[in-house]
Structure formats: structure tokens, C-alpha cells
């Protein structure tokens, strides 16, 4: 016996096809919301970056001044050697005049040779951009600003300092040998001798 079609409710029947076609114009509109979410917060993400920030001052302006002397600059070396003595620690010390160019070096027993162009590298980047390598460091770690390891003579290691007198930039110091941090600190002596 045939059911009553006027006591069945009409049904629109759900095919295998048809349950396809539904399932997918699904998750299309599923991918297009994620796509359109994930620009949003690209756009977002974007317009925060910290390379888009435009300070009122230029940073690290200390102008150049006349170059340190050779006794200075001697004077700067042993002061730092004997800090590094003191500490046992064998260090290779560098220092460049205002116009990034050796004045002094000094490779203490033992040091490592890897580390004697590291010392002038990072003396002559503390001058050129006037300012410590560890500023570079920092950027190029914490701030993800990875263009800088493109520009040209710039070392992204701690140990150079630059070396200030009466607010004028008369050369930098750069230390290599230990670890950044020991690089870092016994520069520092040298670079508070002149008046950093």
C-alpha cells in the first residue's frame, strides 16, 4: 500500500551529490572568513612595526670631533688589558681613530687569532655608527631588524665602544677574545678612561 501523500510532509530528497555541493560552498566561505582574518591581522601587524616608527631626533648623533692621539689610545689599551689580566681572560684590543682608521692594537698571550679582526671590526662599527655594538646587537636580536646584517663594515656584536670626549666622537675601542658580555666589560674600562 502506497503512504498518503497529502499525511507525508514533502521532502526535498538529500542525494550524495547535493550533500557535496553543500559541504563544499561550506568550507568555502569557511577559507575565504579565515583569509580575510588573517589580512586584517597582517594589515594590523604591519602597521606596528617598529621600523615604520620616525623619531623626533636622530639617534646616535654625537658629532665627530679631532682623532685620539696614540698616547690616548695606548693608555686606553692597557688600561683594558689589565682589567682582562685581573680577570684571566685573553683579549685582542683595538682602537680606531674618529675617521675609523688603527691607532693602536694589542693581542694579549694566548688570545684567540679569530679574534683579532673581530676587535677591529667592532672598534671601527662603534665609530662609523657612532654608537656601542651592542645597540647593532640588540636590533638585529630583540628587534628582529634583520636588514642590518646587510649593511656594509657593521658587526652585531657587543664589544665596541665608542670613546667620547667633550661630547665629541674622537674614535671607538673594540674588544674580542671571550664571550660578548666579557668583550663588553673590560672595553668599558678603556672607554671610561677617555671620558665615555
Excluded at 15 to 36: H, M
Excluded at 130 to 138: C, G
Excluded at 141 to 160: H, P
Excluded at 172 to 181: D, E, R
Aim: net charge neutral; hydrophobic share 50%.
Amino acid at each position: 500500500m502506497r503512504p498518503n501523500r497529502s499525511t507525508v510532509s514533502p521532502a526535498i530528497p538529500l542525494t550524495a551529490r547535493s550533500l557535496a555541493v553543500a559541504l563544499l560552498a561550506g568550507g568555502i566561505l569557511l577559507l575565504a572568513c579565515l583569509l580575510l582574518a588573517a589580512a586584517a591581522a597582517t594589515a594590523q601587524t604591519a602597521a606596528v612595526s617598529p621600523l615604520d616608527a620616525v623619531p623626533e631626533k636622530m639617534p646616535f648623533n654625537i658629532p665627530y670631533g679631532a682623532p685620539i692621539t696614540l698616547a690616548r689610545a695606548e693608555a686606553a689599551i692597557t688600561a683594558v688589558q689589565e682589567e682582562a689580566a685581573r680577570r684571566g681572560w685573553m683579549m685582542n684590543i683595538a682602537v680606531v681613530d674618529s675617521g675609523a682608521n688603527l691607532v693602536a692594537f694589542r693581542r694579549m698571550d694566548g688570545a684567540q687569532l679569530g679574534s683579532i679582526a673581530v676587535a677591529e671590526h667592532k672598534a671601527r662599527t662603534s665609530v662609523k655608527f657612532r654608537r656601542p655594538t651592542h645597540a647593532i646587537e640588540d636590533a638585529m636580536q630583540k628587534s628582529d631588524v634583520r636588514y642590518l646584517a646587510t649593511v656594509d663594515d657593521m658587526i652585531g656584536a657587543r664589544g665596541g665602544l665608542p670613546l667620547v670626549e667633550d661630547g665629541k666622537l674622537i674614535g671607538a675601542i673594540g674588544c674580542s677574545g671571550g664571550t660578548g658580555s666579557q668583550d663588553e666589560t673590560v672595553c668599558a674600562v678603556g672607554a671610561a678612561l677617555i671620558g665615555h
